[in-house]
C-alpha cells in the first residue's frame, strides 16, 4: 500500500497557496455544495464520512457537529487548534504553510453547518512561517466575499475568521486550556464533563464551541465535495478508522518528513516510505512522544487504525511516528522524555505537578549512575499515581511513555542499576 496523498496532494505546488491556484484545483466546490444542503444534512455527512479527530483523541468529529445547538440563542465559535505541541509531530504546520485553504474553506464550511458567527486559529508562536500563510490566505478569502458578510452573497451567512498566535506553551493544546488563553487567562485546563458542560454547550467566553485541529477541518471539504461514501471507503479494511492520516516521521529513517496514507497500512509501510531504517530497528513510537512504545515485533506486527494500533499496544495519537535504531539509549530517552513534560505542566493539580518531577529525580538518579535498588519499581509506581489522576490528560501523557519503555525494555533499565551505566554498546566495551 502506497502514500495515499488527499491534503498533501498539491503541497508542493506553490499556487495552491493562492485562491487563485486553489480554486484551479478544485477548491471551494466543498462549501458551493454545502451551502445548497441542508445544515442538518451537512452534519450527516460528517457522520456517514466516520471522521474522527486528527488531534490524538479520536473521538467521532460528529458527535461535537451534532452537539452545537440547533436553535441558535447567543453566539456560536469555533476554533481551530493549530498549536501542535507533541514532540515528533509537525503535520499541522506543514498544511499551513503548503494548503492553507483547505483549513479556511473547510472551517467555512464548518462555520455554515452548525451557524458559527467567527473562528479562531490558535497556532503556535513559533510557527511564523504557518500564520503568514494562513494570514494571507485568510486575507485573500475577504476579498473574494469567502469570508465576511452575507457570503457568496448569501444573505445572512456571515463567518470571521482570526488568528490568534500562543505563547509556545504545550499545556495550551488541551481544548480547555486553549480556550483560557484565547480569553486573556492563564492556559491551564477547566473542569470538564460531568462536572461542567461540553465546550459545544458552553465553550469560550461561554458560548458554544465546536473545536478540531488543522487536519480534522482540512478534510471538510474533501468530504462534501467528493461524498462521504467515497471518503469513508478510504481505510474500509479497518475496524474504524476512515480517510487518510498525516504521519511525522523522525528519527532513525533516512527520508524524516510527512506522509500521508490510508488508514489500514502496516506501520512498517509507513516508515519504508520514510526512506527505512537507518541502521538496525529498536523500537517506534507511532503516533507523539506520549505515547506507548513498540518493540520490533509489535511494529511489525502494527496496523495504522485507531483500534488496531491500540490492539499492538500503543496508539495512533497525533501521528507523530519516532524511529528508533539500536544506538539508542531507551532509559537517556526516557528521561529526556518526562524533563519535557515536567517542565510544560502547568502546575494546577498535585499528581502532575509533583508526580512529573519525582519521576525525573529517580530517572536522574538512574542515567547518572546512581541508581538505588527498587527505583525501577518506584518509577512505575509514581507514573501509576500520575495516569488518570490529573486534572487534564497531560499527566496520562507523562506517565504513558515512562510506564511503556520500562514495561517494554525493562532489562535497560535494570541493566543501569546494577552497572551504572547503559547496557548500550556494552558488547564492543567487553570486548
Not at 273 to 290: D, E, Q, Y
Not at 336 to 358: D, L, Q
Request: with cysteine; aromatic share 10%.
Amino acid at each position: 500500500m502506497a502514500e495515499y496523498k488527499l491534503l498533501f496532494e498539491h503541497t508542493n505546488d506553490p499556487t495552491f497557496r493562492t485562491l487563485e491556484g486553489y480554486k484551479a484545483k478544485g477548491g471551494y466546490k466543498g462549501l458551493e455544495k454545502a451551502v445548497a444542503m441542508e445544515r442538518s444534512a451537512i452534519v450527516d455527512s460528517i457522520k456517514t464520512s466516520g471522521l474522527r479527530g486528527r488531534g490524538g483523541a479520536g473521538a467521532p468529529a460528529a458527535l461535537k457537529w451534532g452537539g452545537m445547538p440547533k436553535e441558535k440563542k447567543t453566539e456560536h465559535y469555533l476554533i481551530c487548534n493549530a498549536d501542535e505541541g507533541e514532540p515528533g509531530t509537525f503535520k499541522d504546520k506543514q498544511l499551513l504553510e503548503t494548503c492553507p485553504f483547505e483549513l479556511v474553506e473547510g472551517m467555512t464550511i464548518a462555520g455554515y453547518a452548525v451557524q458559527g458567527d467567527a473562528g479562531y486559529v490558535y497556532i503556535r508562536g513559533e510557527f511564523m512561517d504557518a500564520a503568514k500563510s494562513l494570514r494571507e490566505a485568510i486575507d485573500e478569502a475577504y476579498k473574494a466575499n469567502l469570508l465576511g458578510k452575507n457570503i457568496m452573497g448569501i444573505e445572512g451567512f456571515n463567518f470571521d475568521l482570526y488568528i490568534h498566535l500562543g505563547a509556545g506553551s504545550y499545556e495550551c493544546g488541551e481544548e480547555t486550556a486553549l480556550m483560557s488563553s484565547l480569553m486573556g487567562e492563564r492556559g491551564m485546563p477547566r473542569l470538564k464533563f460531568p462536572h461542567a458542560p461540553f465546550p459545544v454547550i458552553k465553550g469560550v467566553w461561554d458560548k458554544p464551541t465546536l473545536i478540531h485541529n488543522v487536519e480534522s477541518y482540512s478534510n471538510v471539504p474533501y468530504i462534501i465535495d467528493r461524498g462521504a461514501e467515497w471518503w469513508a471507503s478510504l481505510g474500509a479494511s479497518t475496524k474504524n478508522s476512515r480517510g487518510t492520516k498525516i504521519f511525522s516521521v523522525s528519527g532513525h529513517v533516512n527520508k524524516p518528513g510527512n506522509y500521508e496514507v490510508e488508514f489500514g497500512t502496516p506501520l512498517m509501510e509507513l516508515i519504508e516510505l520514510a526512506g527505512g531504517v537507518r541502521g538496525t530497528m529498536k523500537a517506534c513510537i507511532p503516533g507523539g512522544s506520549s505515547m506507548p512504545i513498540l518493540n520490533v515485533e509489535k511494529t511489525h506486527e502494527a496496523i495504522i487504525g485507531y483500534e488496531e494500533m491500540m490492539a499492538s499496544g500503543s496508539m495512533v495519537g497525533s501521528g507523530g511516528c519516532m524511529v528508533l535504531n539500536d544506538t539508542t539509549d531507551i532509559v537517556k530517552f526516557c528521561w529526556r522524555t518526562a524533563v519535557f513534560y515536567m517542565n510544560e505542566s502547568c502546575g494546577k493539580c498535585t499528581p502532575c505537578r509533583e508526580g512529573t518531577r519525582w519521576m525525573v529525580q529517580i530517572l536522574e538518579r538512574i542515567v547518572n549512575g546512581q541508581g538505588r535498588e527498587g527505583d525501577v519499581d518506584l518509577l512505575v509506581q509514581v507514573a501509576d499515581q500520575i495516569d488518570g489522576r490529573s486534572f487534564c490528560p497531560l499527566g496520562d501523557a507523562a506517565a504513558w511513555p515512562v510506564k511503556g519503555m520500562v514495561k517494554v525494555f525493562r532489562e535497560e533499565f535494570d541493566y543501569y542499576i546494577s552497572h551504572g551505566r547503559s547496557m548500550v554498546g556494552r558488547e564492543a566495551v567487553l570486548a
